[in-house]
């Protein structure tokens, strides 16, 4: 390698580490800035997971009720994410027959790696432990009408 290669791989990485070190300061202020518009799942039917297990406790239980589970792949620091909260929120009150998640990427780095996220927020949309549905992107009249196809299915026929 020429010594202009090495000061260019040099140069990106310390770029790429002054970004890496930006970045989780600015995670770290928005989660401690006491700002109102975090994103707060508090109250309606949003589970809100912060494990694997926790992951697993509720796919296992949305599994044998055969229900429908939508998973919300969100940030602190995305403001779309932070502002949509309280939709979800109203979605999770109006359709009780689907179960309502909320991952921070953040928190389950790891775990939502395996779901590749590319944006915030990502709904998937699961029944039986496998995808129905994706969503990207906070479009709220896509996602009542995907959860209104889907709380539909979900109803018992009138036989």
Known sequence: MSDYHL?????????????IFYFRLLKHNVRNSGNED???FRGGNVHVITSKSDWEQKIAEANKDGKIVVANFSATWCGPCRTFARVYRELSEKYPSLIFLAIDVDDLMDFCLSWDISATPTFF???DGQQLDKLIGANRPELEQKILTLAGSTMPSSN
């Open 7 to 19: 000061f260019l791989v040099k140069t990106l990485f310390s770029n790429f580490m002054s970004f």
């Open 38 to 40: 975090e994103v707060d």
């Open 125 to 127: 949309f699961l029944k």
